[in-house]
């Protein structure tokens, strides 16, 4: 039986680990263990599980007293590198939630760190296990379009998802990265897996105009808003019991606020972007990020040797990925026939039924053989984080930038 200690015991840790390791997957591991930095977070776990899990109030102190087998990390993103390379440093291995890191720097400690210690890291891009861009997947496995050539993305967050990222702890560079890295790695990991190329080089641009309407916000956050009966991007932090517990109730642990005004001053990411990516195997990739569209949605044409696929979604849900409604695929080859493609709609929880299938093969499969390279090891997770941290410095450069002057022996 497995033993696995998590840090980070949010929104996250706790409903797509914590709670599901304890009462779907006692028979394959045990939850050993939780830390936070916030104490009065990380002991909601043991009432969410319904079972009680030991709460340490030191990482070190938990590695030492409960050797893990595996290290499950799901805190803020800036934080993932330290508790990496420490799991790993302890001889446990690694499932750490996507992006693996925030920083070339942090990117290549972490690196580091496992070709020392040879410890397995699994970063858990949920959406390669999403049915339906694992059905494109397997498309593309299956020659349906050729070889790959060109890609153009579009990808749409709606003025509540897209919102939400402002209100939280993502909209501060330093912790996420920005939406480049905290968001658009799920993105960019498709596209790389899909090509199986590596992004060799990025040109960006990128601007905040949406949420940057007011100059002077009426309130540093909505609970005590003037305005919050008329501010389309009020967040009721009190309303959601869940939401409550996790963060209003835990507030005097750490101060931090997770319904922050979304103009606030403090904010320091965009919420459009536009970026080129050029590929080791010749393909070109063009993107856009927008966290301010009227709808959910996403667009993504890739054209081949063969033919072209064309895929649109609007999705209705508001959740980012449960693909639903308005779904559309075809496939135009160079005769000109068209052929729409029927991909059943899915409408599990958890990101359209990705987090129960990721979670499998996690718990309970790990063993099995991965024909579609579904688990993402470092390399992959660099590769995505890659393209969004050069687009970073493309962006405050004004260059482009050349992921070889960061991951020169990683590139193919
Ligand atoms: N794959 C997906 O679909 C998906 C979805 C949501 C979040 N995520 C990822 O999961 C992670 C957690 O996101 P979330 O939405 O749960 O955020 P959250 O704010 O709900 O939780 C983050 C937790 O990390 C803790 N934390 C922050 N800094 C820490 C540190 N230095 N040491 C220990 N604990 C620390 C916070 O106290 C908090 O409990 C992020 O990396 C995020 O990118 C992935």
Known sequence: MKKYVQVGCGTRGAYAYAVPLVQAYADCGVLCGVYDINPKRAKLVSEFAGKEIPVYNDFDQMLESVKPDVVIITTKDCAHDYYAIKAMKAGCDVIVEKPLTTTFKKALSIRKAQKETGQDVTVTFNLRFHPFFKRIKEMIAEGTIGEIRSIHYEWLLDTSHGADYFHRWHSIRENSGSLLVHKSTHHFDLANWYLEQDPIAVNAFGT??????????????????????????????????????????????????????????????????????????????????????????????????????????????????????ETNVKIINYNGEEIHIEIPAETAKGHGGADDQIRERLFRNKHLPDPLHQMADTRAGLMSIGIGMAANISMQEGRQVKLSEFFDDLLN
């Not at 835990?250 to 005004?261: K, L």
Request: aromatic content about 10%.
């Open 208 to 325: 905040r105009r949406f949420y940057s309407d007011i100059k002077k916000p009426p309130a540093d956050r909505c609970l005590n808003c003037p305005e919050k009966k008329s501010c389309k991007y009020y967040f009721d932090i009190s309303q959601d019991a869940m939401v409550r517990k996790l963060f209003l109730d835990c507030e005097d642990e750490d101060g931090y606020i997770r319904d922050r005004c979304v103009f606030s001053d403090v904010i320091d990411i965009e919420d459009s972007i536009s970026l080129n990516v050029q590929y080791s195997g010749g393909a070109v990739m063009s993107y856009t990020l927008t966290a301010h569209s009227p709808y959910e949605g996403l667009r993504l044409c890739m054209s081949g040797t063969k033919g072209r696929i064309e895929i649109s979604t609007k999705d209705l849900t508001g959740m980012g990925y449960d693909i639903q409604s």
